[in-house]
């Protein structure tokens, strides 16, 4: 038995925050941000709307597109580092949300990549036999804790959420092979600190250079296939420069990697999903391709995912 993905959803706040606006909060320009991030706009939760929320929303997207009914999930992991609260969680509001009231749940901290440690939870769990329908969400409300006065640090976060559902497919399709994995020497780079973002930029920028591209090509030569091989990549939407380091580490066409850190920013462990649900409702994901998703966040952690789309045939 594999593990693969049955549907996909996403969800952004409606308020969109641009560059210019941000030129007005703090000494930053439009051309700074633009050329070093890649980054035009994002998107930022109300006040009122929750983690929980926007991820009710994916998930609700990612159930229809599956074909399910929350009631047929038997779990649930969110990946957020801004829970509503500390408890309870907000897999358990959203499992009360959803009303999926067979599913256990849980969150996991692993920052930006905490969407890929979820999928290869829900992995474990499928493969083993014992769940057959798992939840994946990757949501955040990082506006709240987001220094709006650090111009180095507030041009890059918005609000988000993307969601996965994934089950038993056929032999040959699903998760071909992953690597996670966590470096806390280089935590103090990217943490929470007085209730607010604080981030070594140079630091960051020169650990994620390596260890995305190096990720992507790992996982492609665990699953026993080449560079060639693969037909899009997901990366972590958190800087283009970065992502675009992976690219050309592939040797891929700029056409076959998904982009759109321009028009949301950086999600943390929204960003991978919201980027794999848009690829998947724009058909550029195709049956019996190879995708590579790949990611790195605080901790610092990382993690990468070989996968071959498609379901029960």
């Known amino acids: 038995m594999k593990a693969g993905v049955l549907g ?14 941000l030129e007005k909060i703090v000494d930053t ?11 035009e706009e994002r998107r930022i939760a109300s006040d009122d709307e929750n983690t929980s929320d926007m ?8 159930l229809k ?27 358990c ?5 959803l009303g999926a009231t067979k599913a256990a749940a849980m969150d996991i901290s692993a920052a930006c990549a905490g969407f890929m440690y979820g999928m290869i939870t829900a992995k474990q769990f499928i493969e083993s036999g014992d769940y057959k329908h798992i939840l994946i969400v ?25 969601a996965a559902v994934m089950g038993p497919v056929s032999d040959g399709k699903g998760v071909l092979s992953f690597e996670l994995g966590a470096d806390g020497s280089g935590g103090k780079h990217l943490a929470q600190q007085d209730e607010h973002i604080i981030m070594n930029g140079r630091e960051v920028f020169k650990f994620a250079v390596r260890q995305m591209p190096e990720s992507s090509v790992k996982v492609v030569e ?36 998904a982009v759109n850190v321009n028009h949301y920013g950086n999600t943390s462990a929204a960003s991978i999903p919201i980027a794999l649900s848009e690829a998947v409702k724009k058909g550029k994901i195709n049956d019996n391709d190879l995708v590579v998703l790949v990611g790195f966040g605080g901790g610092l952690t990382w993690g990468a995912v070989a996968l071959r789309w498609g379901k029960i045939t």
Request: with cysteine; glycine share 6%.
């Open 8 to 21: 996909t959803g996403h969800y952004a706040p409606e308020k969109i925050l641009t560059n210019k606006d």
């Open 29 to 39: 320009t439009d051309e700074w941000i633009r050329t070093r991030t890649g980054i």
């Open 55 to 62: 991820a009710l929303k994916a998930a609700e997207d990612a």
């Open 65 to 91: 597109e599956a074909d399910l009914t929350a009631e047929e999930l038997d779990l649930i992991l969110v990946a957020t580092v801004t829970p509503d609260q500390p408890f309870p969680t907000v897999s």
């Open 93 to 97: 509001i959203l499992q009360e949300k």
């Open 138 to 162: 990757g949501a955040e409300k990082l506006s709240k804790i987001t220094d709006w006065e650090d111009r180095n640090t507030c041009v890059l976060f918005g609000d988000g959420a993307g």
């Open 222 to 257: 665990k699953a026993g296939l080449a560079k060639e091989d693969v037909d899009y990549l997901i990366p972590h939407q958190a800087n283009i420069r970065i992502m675009e380091a992976a690219r050309q580490r592939l040797g891929i066409d700029e056409s076959k990697m």
